[in-house]
């Protein structure tokens, strides 16, 4: 054997009882689990290491159903914000905005349009364009070593609907539909698990309904998911939820709701309304899960609040209207007086708005404080070129609390890495459920909260090997101290790092050892397995 953990607690995904037992690894792979008062003549297993896991406890590696990693997996060998929380997979591709599929043009358009969430790219060769393209691009970065954590990815709807349509307010026509079609099945067939949206977020809010359930009968066909970021957190989250699973039952579709919570005034205390509509609907036969970080406040760009229409023809044409007067003040009406579709419906109160980063350094002033108006919102967008990231103060924590209880619930971190001030969600998502939730407020058994990172998100994914601690399984595990982890940012201080985490292993290797970042890039992407 190459690793036997010894006298661990595992933990082992499934939401059942924890147990004592030796833990073997080999060829990256669980190779045996000898549980502590085995029967007589069932030998301690041995190996060429011992690690010595007293006080410890072990589980399956954490899956982030949620990640804006797409370009950092590429640039940052280390990506500690992951690895050193526990996650052993990303999914990537989210929000429906994404960098492939794509032709020249969509590529430069994207990049613009996603500039807060990743920055611009200028430090990363696009030497890619279909969605296999880039899965092989993660396995083969840093000279060939691969990354950090394993992927997979969802191709982005967003992103598919500027390549064949254009950023155009119009339902497609036929041939631009049987154009994205055919860009949604051909990312599929290469790989992809599922496929994204941005509903609040341009083009991808421009496609009515018709047009989502004709693109998520190919990933059904494909045994993928859905995964939305509906049409709204606020005013009508409801009627947006229930949009989702109409849409998806219409089109027999597997529905994941991305970061499903429910914000602003007029949703406090509202998530029991969500819950007996997903159970409804469950109970009924229809396929759904989630995801949530546990935070109230949320993160995006600070463009992504503008009313649909003026983002129409894409990010200059955004810059014209700003520069405009007319235009300008016609924005600040939606904004502030009638509820910008960007905004979620909901009129804006600009000081839940702090400014979480930056595309130009000579404007980090701003980073860190609360939007004093629509004067300062115009001027960071226009001079910083929409590349400007929030956080909005608009959640509640009763809301937080009962969605991540329930059944169908998984963890994802929709963790933004760039910016000056990002949010501590993107460092301290896993270990946070973990000290704060599970340890501190018993919202969740240790037992029930490492299946909602686990086991869950991996069933989703349609992993057969991952997720659970099995004989034969891969070997994507945590060590972690459930007397001491807790996540180390805040919102003050949001990269540092956990603590109570000393080991984490993908593929058997070891990413975090003793609490220190290997050199070691074990990632790799993880590929949609065909439906049976």
Request: overall charge negative.
């Amino acid at each position: 054997m190459d690793l036997v953990i010894r006298d661990v607690d595992v933990v082992d995904g499934s939401g059942g009882d924890s147990y004592r037992a030796d833990v073997a690894l080999d060829g990256g792979r669980i190779a045996a689990i000898v549980k502590e008062g085995a029967a007589a003549g069932c030998q301690r297993p041995t190996a060429r290491r011992v690690l010595d896991a007293e006080g410890l406890t072990l589980s399956p590696g954490f899956i982030d159903m949620h990640a804006h990693s797409d370009l950092a997996l590429l640039r940052d060998p280390d990506h500690s914000a992951k690895a050193a929380q526990g996650v052993t997979l990303e999914v990537l591709g989210q929000d429906g905005l994404s960098y492939a599929p794509v032709d020249d043009r969509t590529l430069t358009e994207v990049r613009r349009a996603i500039t807060g969430w990743n920055g611009d790219g200028s430090d990363i060769d696009f030497d890619w364009r279909t969605v296999g393209e880039y899965l092989d691009r993660l396995d083969r970065s840093h000279g060939g070593r691969g990354i950090a954590v394993n992927a997979a990815y969802l191709v982005p709807q967003g992103t598919v609907r500027m390549y064949a349509v254009g950023w155009d307010d119009r339902p497609a026509t036929d041939a631009e539909l049987n154009r994205m079609r055919r860009l949604v099945a051909e990312g599929m067939e290469q790989g992809a698990v599922g496929m994204s949206s941005g509903l609040t977020y341009t083009p991808g809010m421009y496609a009515p309904d018709s047009e989502l359930t004709e693109l998520c009968g190919v990933v059904a066909r494909y045994g993928g998911y859905y995964c939305p970021h509906h049409r709204s957190y606020g005013a009508g989250a409801l009627q947006a939820y229930e949009e989702m699973v109409a849409l998806t039952r219409d089109a027999g579709c597997a529905l994941h709701l991305a970061h499903a919570t429910m914000n602003f005034g007029v949703n406090k205390g509202k998530a029991p309304d969500l819950l007996s509509l997903l159970d409804r609907a469950l109970d009924a036969g229809a396929d759904i899960s989630l995801d949530t970080y546990p935070y109230a406040p949320g993160c995006t760009t600070l463009v992504a609040l503008l009313p649909s229409w003026a983002s129409e023809g894409g990010p200059e044409a955004i810059l014209a209207r700003l520069r405009d007067e007319a235009a300008s003040e016609r924005i600040r009406h939606h904004l502030e007086e009638i509820g910008s579709d960007g905004c979620h419906g909901v009129p804006v109160e600009w000081d839940t708005v702090e400014i979480s980063g930056v595309s130009d350094p000579g404007l980090a002033r701003f980073v860190g404080r609360r939007v004093d108006g629509w004067t300062t919102v115009r001027r960071l967008l226009v001079e910083d070129r929409l590349g400007t990231t929030i956080l909005q103060h608009v959640g509640h924590e009763e809301n937080v609390r009962a969605i991540m209880r329930h059944r169908v619930h998984t963890g994802g971190s929709d963790g933004i890495l760039r910016g000056l001030k990002p949010h501590p969600r993107a460092y301290g998502t896993f270990p946070h459920y973990l000290g704060r939730y599970v340890r501190e407020l018993g919202v969740l058994s240790l037992e029930e909260c490492v299946a909602h990172l686990t086991s869950r998100p991996a069933a989703r994914l349609r992993l057969p090997d991952r997720g659970l601690i099995r004989e034969g399984y891969r070997a994507d595990l945590v060590l972690f101290d459930p007397t001491t982890v807790a996540a180390g940012s805040t919102y003050a201080s949001p990269r540092r790092l956990p603590t109570g985490i000393p080991h984490v292993l993908i593929n058997g290797t070891f990413v975090i050892e003793d609490g220190k970042r290997t050199d070691a890039l074990p990632g790799r992407s993880i590929r949609r397995t065909p439906a049976t």
